[in-house]
């Protein structure tokens, strides 16, 4: 049964700082595998989108990796500002183009002004 | 970009009454949704997948009664909760998908009193 880990589960840096967030995966047969934003009680926001033959890929301050081997990924944010301020969640997708979507807990960021 | 409108965004009923949901693929045709449920603190849990036209297929431990999902076309797809008790109140996002990557609507935030 694939298992999603997020490390840290919360993470508190001042802005300007960069930072890495953590996702492992317990099986490395995945389709895909994508980080999302999530601010407080609203829906998702999708970032990057790394297909299980890439390394990795960037969207402005952000670059996430995955190495499926190790059945891991990172996303790595670029001189952190408040507007960072969000739960990012990693997904993978298990099982073919149609299959669904299994989230970690998240890690929650807070950049400090 | 792919859009997905989740309508209503917040809801409040009494208890033993229903509600619905809406998921709608704005710029695109979705040949699968996807229904999620998340708790405070809590990752998305995956409650079930519909494909156009057919019987959603629900995860193992959602009640396929009391959780109504018709997916009558490739844009719209509908969570009905049936007689909604309090335990039912929680946080609703729907995804869709055309295959590659997924596009959520906003969430559902319903609360059961």
């Known amino acids: 049964k694939q298992e999603v880990t997020q490390i840290p589960a919360a993470l508190s840096v001042p802005e300007g700082e960069n930072l890495v967030l953590n996702c492992s995966f317990t099986d490395s047969a995945i389709y895909n595998l994508q980080w999302f934003r999530q601010d407080p009680g609203k829906g998702l926001t999708s970032l990057l989108l790394?297909?299980?033959?890439?390394r990795e890929q960037t969207s402005g301050r952000l670059n996430a990796s995955l190495d499926k081997s190790s059945g891991r990924s990172t996303l790595y944010i670029a001189a952190s500002q408040p507007g960072d301020s969000a739960t990012y969640l990693c997904?993978?997708?298990?099982?073919?183009?149609?299959?669904?979507?299994?989230f970690g807990k998240g890690t929650k960021l807070s950049v400090k002004p | 970009g792919a859009v997905v409108s989740q309508h209503p965004s917040r809801v409040i009923c009494k208890s033993g009454t229903s509600v619905k949901i809406e998921c709608r693929s704005l710029d695109f045709q979705a040949t699968t949704m996807f229904w999620y449920r998340q708790f405070p603190k809590q990752s998305l849990m995956l409650m079930a997948t519909?494909?156009?036209?057919?019987?959603?297929?629900?995860e193992q431990g959602v009640e396929k009664d009391k959780f109504l999902i018709n997916h009558a076309s490739l844009t719209l797809s509908t969570l009905t909760v049936t007689s909604a008790h309090p335990e039912d109140s929680s946080f609703y996002i729907c995804s869709a998908t055309q295959g590659r990557g997924y596009t959520f609507g906003s969430g559902t935030r319903l609360t059961v009193v």
């Open positions: 790394i297909q299980s033959s890439q």
């Open positions: 997904a993978v997708v298990h099982g073919g183009s149609q299959g669904n979507l299994i």
């Open positions: 519909s494909n156009e036209g057919s019987k959603a297929t629900y």
